[in-house]
């Protein structure tokens, strides 16, 4: 079973994803972001703290905006929250931010690739929380512009090596 999970923010999206692997005996947590800094957003760090303690304690949490490695070094189901850390943590890495799109974006293309090749090879549940960027104002910032679209096409790709799309409004879930 391979399933996306989209949503707004705080939607219940990861709630859900969460349940989804709940009676698996091995799963593997892949968080893409950067760690948590308590100190630079504390209101950030405080829902990365809610997080952590819902996940039971036979879960391994990995650490890592290499997705394709993480999978492919997981045993059993993999749970990926989300994917708009892991597109912000890579343009990040790439300077991307400022940069003309045609220097880096062809390296976060070839991470995504590789990401969905790992995503098909594998053989346990994996379930992958996103955001839905695409209901709601044009940025203003070309940063904010460049985010969206770029999530919006990730999603694109990831849907299409789903067996499911799910959609978290307000707690409730819909299948797409």
């Not at 100190?39 to 650490?63: K, L, M």
Request: glycine share 8%; charged share 25%.
């Amino acid at each position: 079973m391979k399933v996306l999970i989209t949503g707004g923010v705080r939607s219940g999206k990861s709630f859900h994803a969460e349940s989804l692997v709940l009676a698996e005996p091995h799963v593997t947590y892949v968080a893409p972001g950067p760690p948590a800094d308590p100190e630079g957003d504390p209101e950030w760090a405080e829902r990365i703290a809610v997080h952590q303690s819902r996940r039971p304690s036979h879960w391994t949490t990995v650490e890592s905006a290499d997705l394709a490695g993480a999978i492919r070094a997981a045993d059993g189901a993999v749970l990926i929250d989300c994917l708009g850390t892991w597109l912000t943590s890579t343009i990040d890495e790439l300077d991307g931010w400022n940069a003309v799109r045609d220097d880096w974006e062809p390296v976060l293309f070839e991470r995504l690739d590789d990401a969905l090749a790992a995503m098909s090879e594998h053989q346990g549940t994996l379930v992958v929380v996103t955001n839905e960027v695409g209901m709601s104002v044009v940025p203003e910032h070309r940063s904010g512009r460049v985010f969206r679209d770029l999530l919006g096409t990730v999603n694109q790709r990831v849907a299409e090596e789903c067996d499911d799309v799910l959609l978290v409004v307000a707690g409730r879930v819909l299948k797409l």
